[in-house]
Structures are given as structure tokens and as C-alpha cells.
């Protein structure tokens, strides 16, 4: 058995790559595979509008929300909201001020981008300690007049995640809660409602790299600045339902048998119970035992992607090379934080974290 811990490009689930592969060369007896068939012929527009539907019903999206399919990324949305949103406040073509929470390396890339487009305030961070908890709401400052206040609410490096919904309006002009999910988007039930916009790439929770999930409220579309390219200004991409230019076409129908695979599994309430035992089984064993550390605070860690260490990182090569015998693969953490990192999206069955726990426990009483 292979276990895929990989932080993205991620697991999928081995049923949607079965039923990907069997669809392959012919899918339901068109004589065309989903990668030659035309977006605006009816097989696709079929596909594209069941997939549109389920994500709609999913994530419970509200009616007054668009749900659009791009390309580019999550870091490509880094100029994209701006370029969407930062004249929000001005009304003359000209960006205002953006307001930015710092929690981690994907805050730090999105604060970068941004300041090319508009001014930004980082009205919190948690910079200085290394990033291992996000900043209590009470202690942001806020500007009066942000055009939109943006978070990344997993970050996929650090492994922090938000367990609260932020409320921005009242300290500002009723400014919009913009939030990067890019890493835990349908992991957890989301009142879509306190959000301006919800932005993820889907090569992490969702499905293959190519395709960028943007799902805005419709009174935030029509606002871009004159600079902003056509085909990432949201409300010509709204009016043309996502086929403005072609959409990437072949990791859509992929999300789409992953959005079916979600509803077979009892929909996100679902999916979120899974996710609660999962990273409980793994840090329950990680606080059990000094060998191994976290250094996240307990209330802020990340259900998702899970950092942590050997005590003696001496041992980090033997520890990955025999999880890889182990058919336990990608464990290695990302450069920037070194030690391990277990990402444990949706697709990661429970018997793969058990997997996981079982080997933290055998290298122990090895090398222990
Ligand atoms: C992976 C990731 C990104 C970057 O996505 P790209 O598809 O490489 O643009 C941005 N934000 C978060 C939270 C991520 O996990």
C-alpha cells in the first residue's frame, strides 16, 4: 500500500483516478476524450456545469455568489485581487489601501505581490514567532478605509490554520474578508456568507494543478482597475461563465469527479469529521513522545499539513528512507522549515495517517 503525503500536487482519490483512466480514450461513448473535446460543444458544457453545480452545493455557495474557473494559480490571484479589488474604495481607477494578515510563507508571498498594485498594511503578523500561531483578532490594526482585509486561512508550509471566521467589517468601512483556502477548501464546512472572496488553486484539496477556484460576491465584480488583464478581470470572466478565454479544461473534469467522489463520501460536514480524527490520531502521537516535536501552538495548528521533527535531526535521512519502504512517500518537509511535513488532505484515507503513526512508532523504539 502507497500512502502520498505529498503537500501539493497532492493525492487524489484512487476511484477518480480509476474512473479518469476508464473515461480516457472515450468518454461516455462520445468517441473523444475530455482533453480533445470542444468547451463550448454539449459533452463539455455538460461536464463543466455539473461540476459547477456541485461545488456550488458542496460549499454551500450563496446565490449572490459567482463561483469561476481560472488559470494561474493561487499566486497569480496575488495580482489578480488587487488588480480586482484595490479601487474598490476609490472609484476612480486608482488602488486604495489593502489590508494584509502575515501568517506564514503564503501571507509573505501574497503581501509582496499585492504592494506592485496597491498600498498595503500588514495589520498583523506573526513573523516573530517564526509563524507558529495566528495573531488574536483583537490585536489587528485594521485601516478604516481597506478596500478588502486578506488572509490565508491554512497556510500549507507552516502549517497554521484559522478555527475562527474573522469579522473585519466593523473596524472597517465595511471592507470584504478576502481569504486564500488554496490548501484546505472543502476540508471543513465554511459560512461562505462572512467572505468577499474565497480563492484556491486546486492542485492541494481539489484536484490537478490548472485550474484556480475564485468564488466572489457579486457586488465585488465590475471594480478592476484599468491595468488589469481581461481574462483575470472577474466580472468578464463572470459574464462569460468562465469561457472568456479557455478554461483549462481537463483539470475541471477532474475536479468534477472529485466534487461526485465528495458527495459520495456524505459532503463536506462529512469530510471534516474524517479530517478531525485524522490529525488527531497524528498529533496525539506527536505531543505523546519527546523524540518527535511540533512547534505550533496547540489552538492554531493546521488539520492539513502537519511540520514536525526529529529531535535529533541526525536521523532525518534513515527516517525518510525507511518511510519510503514503507510506501510512505513526500514526507520531507519544505525547505524553508526543514524537518517533516504530513499533508493529510481529504483524500488521504484514516488506514494512511494510522500507517503514518504506526512507522513514527516502530523508528522510535528502533533508534529511540
Ligand atoms: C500552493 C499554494 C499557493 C500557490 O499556488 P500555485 O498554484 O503554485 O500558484 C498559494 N497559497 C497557498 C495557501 C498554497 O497552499
Known amino acids: 500500500m502507497i500512502y502520498n503525503f505529498s503537500a501539493g500536487p497532492a493525492v487524489l482519490p484512487k476511484e477518480v483516478l480509476q474512473q479518469?483512466?476508464?473515461?480516457?480514450?472515450?468518454?461516455?461513448?462520445?468517441?473523444?476524450?475530455?482533453?480533445?473535446?470542444?468547451?463550448?460543444?454539449?459533452?463539455?458544457?455538460?461536464?463543466?456545469?455539473?461540476?459547477?453545480?456541485?461545488?456550488?452545493?458542496?460549499?454551500?455557495?450563496p446565490d449572490n455568489y459567482?463561483?469561476?474557473?481560472?488559470?494561474?494559480?493561487?499566486?497569480?490571484?496575488?495580482?489578480?485581487?488587487?488588480?480586482n479589488l484595490a479601487g474598490l474604495r476609490t472609484g476612480n481607477g486608482q488602488p486604495g489601501v489593502a489590508d494584509y494578515i502575515n501568517t506564514g510563507s503564503w501571507s509573505v508571498k501574497s503581501i509582496k505581490e499585492a504592494r506592485r498594485y496597491c498600498e498595503v498594511n500588514v495589520a498583523a503578523s506573526s513573523e516573530a514567532e517564526q509563524f507558529a500561531s495566528i495573531p488574536a483578532r483583537d490585536s489587528w490594526k485594521l485601516s478604516r478605509d481597506a478596500a478588502y482585509v486578506h488572509v490565508c486561512t491554512n497556510e500549507t508550509i507552516d502549517g497554521v490554520e484559522y478555527h475562527f471566521t474573522p469579522d473585519v467589517a466593523a473596524?472597517?468601512?465595511n471592507a470584504p474578508l478576502v481569504a486564500d483556502m488554496s490548501s484546505h477548501i472543502l476540508s471543513r464546512v465554511v459560512d461562505v456568507s462572512k467572505y468577499g472572496v474565497i480563492y484556491a488553486g486546486a492542485q492541494k484539496n481539489i484536484g490537478p494543478a490548472g485550474v484556480t477556484?475564485?468564488?466572489?460576491?457579486?457586488?465585488?465584480?465590475?471594480?478592476?482597475?484599468p491595468i488589469c488583464p481581461s481574462a483575470f478581470n472577474w466580472k468578464i470572466v463572470a459574464d462569460n461563465d468562465s469561457m472568456y478565454?479557455?478554461?483549462?479544461?481537463?483539470?475541471?473534469?477532474?475536479?468534477?469527479?472529485?466534487?461526485?467522489w465528495l458527495k459520495r463520501q456524505g459532503g463536506v460536514a462529512a469530510m471534516e469529521k474524517r479530517n478531525i480524527a485524522k490529525a488527531a490520531l497524528l498529533y496525539d502521537y506527536l505531543d505523546s513522545t519527546e523524540f518527535f516535536q511540533t512547534k505550533i501552538v496547540k489552538q492554531c495548528r493546521s488539520r492539513m499539513n502537519v511540520p514536525f521533527f526529529l529531535h535529533d535531526e541526525r536521523l532525518n535521512e534513515a527516517f525518510?528512507?525507511?518511510?519510503?519502504?514503507?510506501?510512505?512517500?513526500?514526507?520531507?518537509?519544505?525547505?524553508?522549515v526543514g524537518g517533516m511535513?504530513?499533508?493529510?488532505?481529504?483524500?488521504?484515507?484514516?488506514?494512511?495517517v494510522a500507517a503514518l503513526v504506526d512507522y513514527l512508532r516502530e523508528f522510535e523504539r528502533m533508534q529511540g
Request: aromatic share 8%; glycine share 10%.
Open 213 to 225: 477556484i475564485v468564488i466572489v460576491r457579486e457586488d465585488l465584480l465590475g471594480h478592476a482597475l
Open 20 to 61: 479518469a483512466a476508464d473515461e480516457m480514450l472515450d468518454w461516455h461513448g462520445s468517441g473523444m476524450s475530455v482533453m480533445e473535446m470542444s468547451h463550448r460543444g454539449k459533452e463539455y458544457m455538460s461536464i463543466i456545469e455539473a461540476t459547477l453545480r456541485d461545488m456550488r452545493e458542496l460549499f454551500a455557495v
Open 171 to 173: 473596524d472597517t468601512d
Open 320 to 336: 525518510l528512507a525507511g518511510a519510503k519502504t514503507h510506501g510512505l512517500l513526500q514526507l520531507k518537509g519544505h525547505k524553508s
Open 341 to 352: 511535513r504530513a499533508s493529510i488532505y481529504n483524500a488521504m484515507p484514516y488506514e494512511g
Open 66 to 83: 459567482k463561483v469561476l474557473f481560472l488559470q494561474g494559480g493561487a499566486i497569480a490571484e496575488n495580482a489578480i485581487i488587487p488588480m
Open 245 to 260: 478565454n479557455t478554461p483549462p479544461t481537463y483539470a475541471i473534469y477532474i475536479a468534477g469527479l472529485v466534487f461526485q
